[in-house]
C-alpha cells in the first residue's frame, strides 16, 4: 500500500462481517490507513469492501487509504492487527465447538503476523476467544502487552445496554464490567455495575438484575439464534476499534479485555477478561479488583474454563 501521509496502518486478518465493519469504523475515525486481508479464495470479497468504503469517503470526509488484500506482504509495518479470521458459530454451536478448526487457522495467521508485522499490537476476536488469544500469543511470542482478546469490553457493552434498557435511562452514565472468559460463564460482577455513581442494587430489583445477568452471558447466542447464518459483528466491531483507538491515541482507557495474567486474580500465564489500561504501551496494567463470596467463586470456575481450552489448544500446537 502506497501512503502520502504518515498514518497508522492498521491490518485486519478476514474480510467477514466484522472486518468489513472495521474498516468502515476505523476509516471513520480516522484512526490510520486500513488493509483488509482474506484468503485467495475470499480475494474479491476483501477488493470489494475496500473499494465500496473508499468510495464512500468523499461524504463521510475520511482520508484513510483502505487496500483488500489476499497478500501477507502487505499487512508488513502494521502498527495494529485485528484477528477476525475463523469460522462463526451456528445455532446451538458453543463457542467451544469452534476449537479445532479455528486452533488450524489461527496457526497460519500467527505465522505469517509474526513474519510481516512483528512489531504490531495485536488484538484477537476469533472464537473461542480465550483459547484463540492464547495461541496466537504462543505462536508469535509476542511480548503479553502486545497481545489482548476482545471479548469483556463487548460482553460489559450488552450489559450496560440491558441495565440502560430496563431502567430507560442513557447507557452513558451505565458503568459495569464482565470478568472471566467469554462464555456462558462469564462474569457479569453486579456490586461493579453503577448507574450515574449509584450502585445498580439500589435501583434495580433482585430478580430484573439475575435476569439481566443471564442475558448476558447468553447474548451472543441470542443474536446467534435471530441470524441464524453468522454471529453478531457491528458491536464486536466497534469495541475492537475502541481497544485500537486507545492504543493509537494513547487514551489509556480502563477497558475489561482478555489479558495475560501472572498471578492476578489468581490466574497463571492465562489470557482472562480482567480491567486492564490500554495505551500506547499495548496492555499498560490488569487492574486487580477485589472480588467476594459469588463473584470470587464464579471468576475462578470461568477461570478453570479457560485452563482446560488451553490445556486443548496445547495439545493441538
Given at each position: 500500500?502506497?501512503?502520502?501521509?504518515?498514518?497508522?496502518?492498521?491490518?485486519?486478518?478476514?474480510?467477514?462481517?466484522?472486518?468489513?465493519?472495521?474498516?468502515?469504523?476505523?476509516a471513520?475515525?480516522?484512526?490510520g490507513?486500513v488493509v483488509?486481508f482474506?484468503?485467495?479464495?475470499?480475494?474479491?470479497?476483501?477488493?470489494?469492501?475496500?473499494?465500496?468504503?473508499?468510495?464512500?469517503?468523499?461524504?463521510?470526509?475520511?482520508?484513510?487509504?483502505?487496500?483488500?488484500?489476499?497478500?501477507?506482504?502487505?499487512?508488513?509495518?502494521?502498527?495494529v492487527?485485528?484477528?477476525?479470521?475463523g469460522?462463526?458459530?451456528?445455532?446451538?454451536?458453543?463457542?467451544?465447538?469452534?476449537?479445532?478448526v479455528?486452533?488450524?487457522?489461527?496457526?497460519?495467521v500467527?505465522?505469517?503476523?509474526?513474519?510481516?508485522?512483528?512489531?504490531?499490537f495485536a488484538i484477537?476476536?476469533?472464537?473461542p476467544l480465550?483459547?484463540?488469544?492464547y495461541?496466537?500469543?504462543?505462536?508469535t511470542?509476542?511480548?503479553k502487552?502486545?497481545?489482548?482478546?476482545?471479548?469483556?469490553?463487548?460482553?460489559?457493552?450488552r450489559?450496560?445496554?440491558?441495565?440502560?434498557?430496563?431502567?430507560?435511562?442513557?447507557?452513558?452514565?451505565?458503568?459495569?464490567?464482565?470478568?472471566?472468559?467469554?462464555?456462558?460463564?462469564?462474569?457479569?460482577?453486579?456490586?461493579l455495575?453503577s448507574?450515574?455513581?449509584?450502585?445498580?442494587s439500589?435501583?434495580?430489583?433482585?430478580?430484573?438484575i439475575a435476569?439481566?445477568?443471564?442475558?448476558?452471558?447468553?447474548?451472543?447466542?441470542?443474536?446467534?439464534?435471530?441470524?441464524?447464518?453468522?454471529?453478531?459483528?457491528?458491536?464486536p466491531?466497534?469495541?475492537?476499534?475502541?481497544?485500537?483507538?486507545?492504543y493509537?491515541?494513547?487514551?489509556?482507557r480502563?477497558?475489561?479485555?482478555?489479558?495475560?495474567?501472572?498471578?492476578?486474580?489468581?490466574?497463571?500465564?492465562?489470557?482472562?477478561?480482567?480491567?486492564?489500561?490500554?495505551?500506547k504501551g499495548?496492555?499498560?496494567k490488569?487492574?486487580?479488583v477485589?472480588?467476594?463470596?459469588?463473584?470470587?467463586?464464579a471468576?475462578?470456575?470461568?477461570?478453570?474454563?479457560?485452563?482446560?481450552?488451553?490445556?486443548e489448544v496445547n495439545?493441538?500446537l
Open positions: 500500500m502506497t501512503r502520502t501521509f504518515n498514518r497508522p496502518k492498521i491490518a485486519l486478518i478476514g474480510a467477514g462481517q466484522i472486518g468489513g465493519n472495521l474498516a468502515l469504523m476505523a471513520e475515525k480516522q484512526l490507513d483488509l482474506d484468503i485467495p479464495d475470499l480475494e474479491g470479497l476483501a477488493k470489494g469492501k475496500a473499494l465500496d468504503i473508499s468510495q464512500m469517503a468523499a461524504v463521510h470526509n475520511f482520508d484513510a487509504k483502505i487496500l483488500g488484500t489476499s497478500k501477507w506482504e502487505d499487512i508488513a509495518g502494521a502498527d492487527i485485528i484477528v477476525t479470521a469460522r462463526p458459530r451456528k445455532p446451538g454451536m458453543s463457542r467451544d465447538d469452534l476449537l479445532d479455528n486452533v488450524n487457522i489461527m496457526k497460519d500467527a505465522a505469517n503476523v509474526k513474519k510481516h508485522a512483528p512489531d504490531a484477537v476476536i476469533s472464537n480465550d483459547a484463540m488469544v495461541a496466537f500469543a504462543k505462536i511470542g509476542f511480548a502487552n502486545r497481545v489482548v482478546g476482545m471479548a469483556g469490553v463487548l460482553d460489559s457493552s450489559f450496560r445496554f440491558f441495565v440502560a434498557d430496563k431502567l430507560g435511562v442513557s447507557v452513558e452514565d451505565v458503568t459495569a464490567f464482565v470478568l472471566g472468559g467469554h462464555g456462558d460463564d462469564m462474569v457479569p460482577v453486579v456490586p455495575c448507574v450515574g455513581g449509584i450502585p445498580l439500589q435501583v434495580m430489583k433482585k430478580e430484573d435476569a439481566i445477568v443471564d442475558r448476558t452471558r447468553k447474548a451472543g447466542g441470542e443474536i446467534v439464534a435471530l441470524l441464524k447464518n453468522g454471529s453478531a459483528y457491528y458491536s466491531a466497534a469495541c475492537s476499534i475502541a481497544m485500537a483507538e486507545s493509537l491515541r494513547d487514551k489509556k480502563v477497558l475489561p479485555c482478555a489479558a495475560r495474567c501472572d498471578g492476578e486474580y489468581g490466574f497463571k500465564g492465562l489470557f482472562v477478561g480482567v480491567p486492564a489500561i490500554i495505551g499495548g496492555v499498560e490488569v487492574l486487580e477485589t472480588l467476594e463470596g459469588e463473584d470470587k467463586k471468576l475462578e470456575v470461568s477461570g478453570s474454563h479457560v485452563q482446560e481450552l488451553v490445556n495439545k493441538r
